[in-house]
């Protein structure tokens, strides 16, 4: 079965120091991983992904992320975190051929002036 | 091009009710999958549908149901709705092949059971 742990509820930094997002997946097969990012009251805006190729993969809004597959981790980095960025994050797996994608339980980032 | 829009963006029904929400997908797009999102659960997979089928279905009991048009807007009903049923329900459109893969999502409709 495909899932996506992300092993923080909530990550605190401050505003331009580097930020990183954690996410670990198990899937079945080559994963397909994403990240999205939730404003309050919005739907979830997508970021970037990694299907194949590089393992450093370049987002919207200066957001990079690093596949490893020894690991099976896809953790979000940002070198320089901006207040604007606070948002809920999430990160998902889509099931192979299967349009059908898992989510993780979130992680709340919040950068302090 | 326009995003994902749901209508209506806000509900207010009470237990037993049915509720109908409605997802219109990005132009060109034909898979739309639908999300319920509770601060409890996180986002869980409801269904998706292709072309008017559906394609994946999620572990929700049947008194979730969805369809699909033929201009690739769908529907989703929820009957005789529990107190639990309150969440954000989200709806996500995808462009298949061409590696997009990325769902698009829309704001989302909130129902509350009262």
């Known amino acids: 079965a495909q899932s996506v742990a992300q092993p923080e509820d909530q990550v605190n930094v401050a505003e331009g120091n580097p930020l990183t997002v954690k996410c670990t997946y198990s899937?079945?097969?080559?994963?397909?991983l994403f990240w999205y990012v939730q404003y309050p009251n919005r739907g979830l805006q997508f970021l970037l992904k990694?299907?194949?190729?590089?393992?450093l993969v370049k987002g919207s809004y200066g957001f990079e992320a690093e596949f490893n597959k020894s690991q099976t981790s896809f953790h979000l980095k940002k070198p320089s975190a901006l207040v604007s960025d606070s948002a809920l994050y999430f990160c998902a797996v889509r099931e192979g051929n299967f349009n059908k994608f898992y989510f993780g339980s979130g992680t709340k980032l919040n950068v302090k002036p | 091009k326009a995003g994902v829009t749901q209508t209506p963006r806000y509900l207010i029904k009470t237990r037993g009710q049915q509720v109908t929400l409605s997802c219109s997908p990005i132009?060109?797009?034909?898979?739309v999958s639908w999300y319920q999102q509770t601060p409890g659960q996180g986002l869980q997979f409801l269904f998706e549908?292709?072309?008017?089928?559906?394609?994946n279905k999620g572990n929700f009991p049947g008194r979730f149901s969805g369809r699909q048009f033929s201009n690739s807007r769908s529907e989703m009903n929820v009957s005789t709705l529990e107190l639990g049923d309150s969440a954000l329900y989200l709806c996500a459109s995808s462009h298949e092949g061409r590696s997009s893969y990325e769902q698009y999502f829309g704001p989302g409709t909130r129902l509350t059971v009262t």
């Open positions: 549908y292709f072309s008017e089928t559906q394609r």
């Open positions: 132009s060109g797009h034909r898979s």
């Open positions: 990694y299907i194949t190729g590089d393992n």
């Open positions: 899937v079945s097969g080559n994963p397909y």
